[in-house]
């Protein structure tokens, strides 16, 4: 081993918040990353504090507090290591307190990349990669030259909400009032890949959390994922990820306890 990766950075601790109402405290590390993606709450450092509402991201630390209003989701990532700190210092030379907010178009992959470190906090696996990943994303934060326009923004939050009945980006185009080759060509230019890819990205990240997490048969999962099928969603899993779902189940099965159900499997099983 050249180095330990983990010294670098990697994540102590992942929630996964919906629905609660109770304020939750960061574990201690050097820099938290939380994110809305519904509803609104507040992060609190000290004295400090700030109202996000749904795109939002806060950016603290040990000692902050997030506190979810009814019926939203919040996403939070505990970042620790060499990088993490110098990130954390450096937030705090620049902008003097915490918790530092922006609005999340200006890191636009970041709820992705905290879906990412999520599953791997849960399976063990690739997690300090995860992790250094969405680090170097929210070095973008508070970065006007990155944000993306509204359009996009709603894109994405429409996506990662509605990933599971979503029929394509010709239905996306339609909810959001403009046309298909406008949505792509505006997307793709501002996020660096198709809304097409990003909608699958999302679905295969649920279909890894559910196959780690749950003994689903295949077509429950591509129903929860979005997928036409379970034919299709081995197709496009084993052609992304390099893995066929069995093999994946098998291979990161998590020991730990499983999270709380998404909003898609509530509405399944009713």
Known sequence: MIFDEKSLCTAVDCLDI???TAAFNI??????????????????????????????????????????????????????????????????ENNNQLPFVTDGGACPMSAQLMDEVRACFESGVRLSQAAFALLCE???????????????????????HSYAGLYGVEELSAQLGVSKSHLVRTFSAEMGISPGRYLTSVRLAEAQRLLSHREYTLEV??????????????????KETGLSPATYREK???????????????????
Request: charged share 15%; with cysteine.
């Open 18 to 20: 919906q629905g609660e």
């Open 138 to 160: 929210l070095a973008n934060a508070g970065s006007s030259a990155h944000a993306v326009s509204g359009l996009v923004a709603d894109a994405v939050a429409a996506i990662r």
């Open 27 to 92: 574990k201690e590390c050097a820099l938290a990353a939380v994110l809305v993606s519904s509803g609104r709450a507040s992060a609190a450092q000290g004295d400090n504090s700030a109202l996000l509402s749904a795109g939002g991201i806060a950016l603290l630390s040990s000692g902050g507090q997030i506190s979810p209003e009814s019926g939203s989701h919040v996403l939070c990532v505990c970042l620790d290591g060499a990088a993490a700190k110098c990130a954390a210092a450096k937030l705090c």
């Open 221 to 238: 999962i591509a129903t929860l994922c979005g997928f036409s099928g379970a034919n299709y969603l081995c197709k496009v899993f084993k």
């Open 252 to 270: 990161y099965r998590a020991s730990v306890d499983m999270p709380q159900r998404s909003e898609a499997e509530d509405i399944l099983f009713v």
